[in-house]
């Protein structure tokens, strides 16, 4: 299944990876960047950050040195996947937001409550959201307000979020934020709204001395 799909069937959540994260460098424009969004920069150093988070609660949940490397080496790409859903996740809200649609604290209790009693508890839950879509605790609450912002967005539209319609929606979103993602992580495709891989580093041309300079 596309990532997209994934992210949506259940839940808008970057997959647990487990590659080393890369070192990135920007260009003049936007240097020390990840990801720009809106004029607005996501940093190397947030995106660490978040992977992070991850890969704290991972060691927290899993006490086991064998078991918790287990689990990191079945999976690959977290910087990636991370800052993949770092960007889709401002996309959908641009697009919620351009359709009127809210979600209040309220609604996201309502759901957090209701998915508890099906996980056996909070930590049931916590539990399930880390193992299935690398969605840490401290950021549950974020990520299901996004979900009931998708679920909105495609009830408005009259469709689900795995139809044209709602993937159009976030597309148009998309395009007006205007996502540059620095190369290290690969290109933004705003028509697909996903990351894609690059062929090549980030490469910044040196007119003057007529030399190019990789990162």
Known sequence: MHRRRRRTALLLSAAIAAAPLLTACGNDAHPGAAAVV???????????SRVDEVRSAQRAAVTDDTQYAQAV????????????????????????????????????QEMRTGLEQQAGGAKGLETAWLQQYGIPPQR?????RLQLEAQKLAAQLGT????????????????????????????????????????????????????????
């Open 38 to 48: 809106g004029g607005q920069r996501i940093t190397v150093a947030q995106l660490e």
């Open 73 to 108: 080496s079945q999976t690959g790409g977290l910087a990636r996947d991370t800052l993949h859903g770092m960007v889709l996740d401002q996309v959908l809200h641009r697009a919620a937001e351009d359709a009127g649609i809210t979600v209040t604290p309220r609604e996201v």
């Open 140 to 144: 549950l609450d974020e990520n299901l």
């Open 160 to 215: 689900n979020t795995s139809q044209p319609a709602f993937w159009s929606a976030l597309s148009k979103a998309s395009k007006a934020l205007g996502v540059d993602l620095n190369p290290r992580y690969g290109s933004w495709d705003a028509q697909k709204v996903a990351r894609v891989d690059a062929k090549t580093p980030w490469v910044r041309e040196v007119t003057a001395t007529g030399t190019k300079q990789t990162t």
